[in-house]
Structure formats: C-alpha cells, structure tokens
C-alpha cells in the first residue's frame, strides 16, 4: 500500500522553508527520500531507520516518528535548486525486505 | 563507472507485441527493481529481486515478468503489450542490507525508458 504525501504540491519563494509530510497505515522499518526533477532519474536523498537514525543532507534534514509511522522532510532556506518531486519510500513490517513503496509525490517549485 | 543502464532509452509498440527491457548495473548490487511511472501515481513497483536468481511481485505485477539469471541483470517483459503500459519505466539497483545492517539501501536509479503502446 502506498504512503501518503501532503501537500500533494506547494510553491514557495527562495529562502522560505518547507515540510513534506509522508505517512502509512502500517508499522515502519525505513522511510526513504527521493527527489525527481523534470525529465531526470529519481535522485536519493537519505533513509531513516526504525530506531531514529537520521541522516542530513545540505539544508535538508528528516524525522521519523515510528509510534506515528510517519516522516517528515525539512527543507530550510529553499534554494532555486531544490524545485523539483519529492518521494518518500516505504519498507514495512508486513512486507517482504525489499519491497520499497513510494508514495505519489510532491512537487515543490521554488520561485526567485 | 556506468552504474545503471537501461535499453532501449525509448520504443514504440502497437498492442499486442512483446518486448524486452534490460536493465544492467555494474556496482555488485543484490537488489535491483523496475517501477513504473505515470502522471500523477509516482512511482509504482511491478517486481523487484534480492538476489541472482530470485523475484517478487511488486504492486503491478500484471502483464509483466521479470528475469535475474545473473547478478548484474534484471529484465522486465512485456507478452503482449496493452495501450494502459504506455509508461515511463525505471530500472533501480540498491545493495543489502542498508544502513544500520537492516532494509534496502540506497536505490541507484537508471535514466528511465519510455514506452509507448499504440
């Protein structure tokens, strides 16, 4: 079963920040972050693991709150640059190790 | 240092023709997927493998099947391709376990191959 994202989109100008939200019906193990810009592959952001491991990247950082089986990714300071889809992906409990679900996206455009 | 590659990058078919796309990845990885993307819905798993010679159905699994009969390969077949698999398709390879000695790794992506079914 899919995560799913909110917002579904939002704009923003450059140097505000952002929160992507990524939430699913079932208990967690890893929450993956991906960002997609047009045209292009998927590029990973980070991953976070059941136990609160937390990986940062630049100005963009994650949490993951397991009791809530959601995470959430933080963009501060948004640069032109990080206009682009964000996906979260999803690796739970009940499922087989491997089986990474990505949610349907967020598309964040940053304006100048 | 290639990383993944998928062919063909584009193709054009008409219902009912069979294709194969073939993904390969050069970085030793056990794990390596196809998903699917369309406007709207994300990215969506059709099968994914842990291991040479093993595969598991993913979210779409339906009207394609998949083979890994040596580590660096995953291929993804289309029997009889149908108008609603016109898609862009995305091969993705990650190694195991991940961070933390638990779940997937890092997905290394390919550049994506874009089918279309007349």
């Known amino acids: 079963q899919q995560p799913v994202q909110s917002p579904q989109a939002v704009i923003l100008r450059e140097g505000e920040d952002a929160v992507i939200n990524c939430s699913s019906s079932?208990?967690?193990?890893?929450v993956h972050w991906y960002r997609q810009k047009h045209g292009e592959a998927p590029v990973f952001l980070m991953i976070?693991?059941?136990?609160?491991e937390q990986k940062g990247h630049e100005k963009i950082s994650a949490s993951f709150n397991e009791k809530k089986q959601q995470s959430s990714l933080y963009l501060t300071a948004s640069q032109l640059s990080y206009s682009g889809t964000y996906f979260c992906?999803?690796?739970?409990?009940?499922?087989?190790?491997?089986?990474?679900?990505f949610g349907k996206g967020t598309k964040l455009s940053v304006k100048p | 240092n290639a990383g993944v590659t998928q062919t063909p990058k584009f193709r054009v078919l008409k219902t009912g023709q069979s294709m194969t796309l073939l993904c390969a990845q050069d970085?030793?990885?056990?794990?390596m997927y196809w998903y699917r993307q369309d406007p709207g819905m994300g990215l969506r798993l059709i099968h994914y493998?842990?291991?040479?010679?093993?595969?598991a159905k993913g979210e779409v699994p339906d009207g394609y099947n998949v083979s890994r009969l040596k580590k660096q390969n995953f291929l993804l077949g289309l029997e009889s391709a149908a108008p609603s698999q016109t898609s862009v398709y995305f091969c993705?390879?990650?190694?195991?376990?991940?961070?933390?000695?638990?779940?997937?790794?890092?997905?290394?992506f390919g550049e994506g191959s874009r089918l279309t079914v007349l």
């Open positions: 993705a390879s990650s190694y195991s376990p991940g961070t933390g000695g638990a779940g997937t790794g890092e997905l290394f």
């Open positions: 079932k208990a967690l193990y890893s």
């Open positions: 976070l693991l059941k136990g609160g």
């Open positions: 992906g999803t690796e739970d409990y009940g499922g087989s190790q491997g089986n990474l679900i």
């Open positions: 970085m030793n990885h056990e794990y």
């Open positions: 493998s842990v291991g040479e010679g093993t595969t």
